[in-house]
């Protein structure tokens, strides 16, 4: 797999990160421009392509692999804390990305549901916190986490 914006395996795009890792960049710049800021990635798996075949292992090993990449790439941005959400084989990869770059102890956690992605934001998010939620309409993670760090800490800004 190539480290490119769009990952393809036969033809067929697996995801394209393009938006994923522009928000990252856009997090992270808004968070190293005001230091006493912390970035949070709450990441969940992409929603998955159409044209993608479950049972072709290449393309859905492509389709971690892409996830993969963008745990790396938070790490990269020095993304604060990176939370991957959900069960599934990407996800996995999201947050073996980002621990395999370099990312340790809680920086980079990994929780089965969106409720335990909030319990964490419940617990360690601060005022000045910046908050970047993104992943497939599937899982729902982008409503349920959208509302409640709004809820929970209006002051910290949603990306």
């Given at each position: 797999m190539?480290?490119?914006?769009?990952?393809?395996?036969?033809?067929?795009?697996?995801?394209?990160?393009?938006?994923?890792?522009?928000?990252?960049?856009?997090?992270?710049?808004?968070?190293?421009?005001?230091?006493?800021r912390?970035?949070?990635?709450?990441?969940?798996?992409?929603?998955?392509?159409?044209?993608l075949?479950a049972?072709?292992r290449?393309?859905?090993?492509?389709?971690?692999?892409?996830?993969?990449?963008?745990?790396?790439?938070?790490?990269r941005?020095?993304?604060?804390?990176?939370?991957?959400?959900?069960?599934?084989r990407a996800?996995?990869?999201?947050?073996?990305?980002?621990?395999?770059?370099?990312?340790?102890?809680?920086?980079?956690?990994?929780?089965?549901t969106?409720q335990?992605?909030?319990?964490?934001?419940?617990?360690?998010?601060?005022?000045?916190?910046?908050?970047?939620?993104?992943?497939?309409?599937?899982?729902?993670?982008?409503?349920?986490?959208?509302?409640?760090?709004?809820?929970?800490?209006p002051?910290?800004?949603?990306?």
């Amino acid at each position: 797999m190539s480290n490119t914006d769009s990952d393809r395996v036969e033809g067929v795009d697996l995801v394209d990160t393009r938006a994923v890792r522009a928000a990252l960049r856009d997090l992270a710049d808004a968070v190293h421009a005001a230091p006493p800021r912390r970035s949070w990635a709450v990441l969940g798996e992409m929603d998955v392509p159409a044209e993608l075949d479950a049972e072709d292992r290449a393309a859905m090993t492509g389709w971690v692999v892409s996830h993969d990449e963008l745990g790396r790439l938070a790490v990269r941005l020095d993304i604060g804390q990176v939370i991957c959400v959900g069960t599934s084989r990407a996800v996995h990869g999201l947050h073996q990305g980002a621990v395999m770059e370099g990312s340790w102890g809680s920086e980079a956690v990994l929780v089965p549901t969106p409720q335990a992605a909030a319990e964490i934001l419940d617990a360690q998010l601060g005022e000045h916190d910046v908050v970047l939620v993104m992943g497939g309409r599937e899982l729902g993670l982008t409503d349920f986490l959208n509302s409640r760090v709004g809820r929970r800490s209006p002051g910290a800004e949603s990306a």
